[in-house]
């Protein structure tokens, strides 16, 4: 018989329903979605159980809602919500990681990498280890209030965890950066405001990022084994957070932020898939999943199938 990938492991779902980062409402709906969906008439805890792991449902971290809408010239807009929110997503998270236990977390839009990784930042901070990660996304989210046109968070996280950007955020956990950039790796961009490439040409990141253009050169392959082994450099492993927009809206139309050009499906499986024989990985994280833009369930049937083979799932 063969052995089953997550046998002696550890899993922890944690839900983070936080939508209010991103311009489109909805992708806080992702969550329940995500975690209710029958895929082959089995819901996610089942499937995941199915590969031997040991399997704990956290339930959602406590989302502190906003009141009113913001202002227009609001940037960050919804701050002292997000700040309290991320500290809450991060608690959840180094908690989970304390338990020797691999964190499942289920976006919301892409704001709650601010609180996940920073809990996953100060859970390795008291081992004194410097962790990695592996950002799948089609835009850089390496903006900053300064550099930002909308003000909404979800464009912010990557600069945030680097350690630029709005004060109170930047220091969730009490220091910064959470991330050294050059076990960073970013997948799948195409949609890139100036200000974040000035940004990441300046930080000297051009190496670590692998943009669509140089997936359509490369192949998904060799650039995913590129990341993997970038954020590998980290002694404690690394984290993977995956925006479902990386991938081609023909294959995942429910996200409120579609750009076209993305990675088919079988790219997006493939690159989970090649992390999850690496090994290494520390915690996964999917977003941006909207169930009101959604067709037919697909792209909640998608972010189900992407954990999955995140976590070593294989058709043989």
């Not at 909207?290 to 972010?303: G, K």
Request: charge should be negative.
């Amino acid at each position: 018989m063969v052995d089953k990938p997550g046998q002696g492991k550890k899993v922890s779902l944690i839900g983070a329903p936080l939508g209010f980062g991103a311009g489109t409402p909805g992708s806080e709906l992702g969550v329940e979605a995500i975690r209710l969906a029958f895929t082959r008439n089995k819901r996610l805890i089942d499937l995941i159980r199915d590969m031997g792991y040991e399997t704990e449902d956290f339930g959602n971290v406590d989302i502190v809602k906003p009141a009113e809408p913001a202002a227009e010239s609001d940037n960050p807009k919804y701050l002292p919500e997000t700040l309290e929110s991320c500290r809450n997503i991060a608690d959840k998270v180094q908690q989970a990681l304390s338990l020797n236990s691999i964190p499942i977390i289920l976006g919301g839009d892409h704001s709650i990498a601010i609180g996940s990784v920073s809990g996953i930042a100060s859970y390795f901070r008291e081992q004194n280890q410097e962790f990695g990660l592996i950002w799948f996304d089609a835009h850089a989210d390496i903006n900053t209030p300064q550099t930002s046109a909308s003000g909404n968070v979800h464009g912010m996280p990557l600069a945030t965890l680097l350690g630029y950007g709005e004060e109170s955020l930047v220091n969730i956990g009490g220091f910064s950066p959470k991330l050294n950039p050059k076990f960073c790796a970013h997948v799948g961009a195409r949609d890139l405001d100036d200000g974040e490439k000035a940004r990441i040409h300046e930080l000297g990141m051009r190496p670590n990022f692998f943009t669509m253009s140089d997936i359509d050169k490369r192949g998904m392959l060799d650039c995913v084994n590129d990341a993997i082994a970038i954020a590998s450099q980290a002694p404690g492993g690394y984290a993977v957070t995956f925006d479902v927009d990386m991938i081609d809206p023909r294959f995942a139309p429910g996200s409120g932020t579609l750009v076209r050009g993305g990675t088919t499906y079988r790219e997006a499986h493939l690159a989970l898939e090649v992390i999850a024989e690496h090994g290494g990985m520390r915690s996964f994280e999917i977003v941006e999943v909207n169930p009101m833009l959604d067709q037919s369930n697909i792209t909640v049937e998608l972010a189900c199938e992407l954990i999955l083979s995140a976590l070593g799932k294989t058709i043989l």
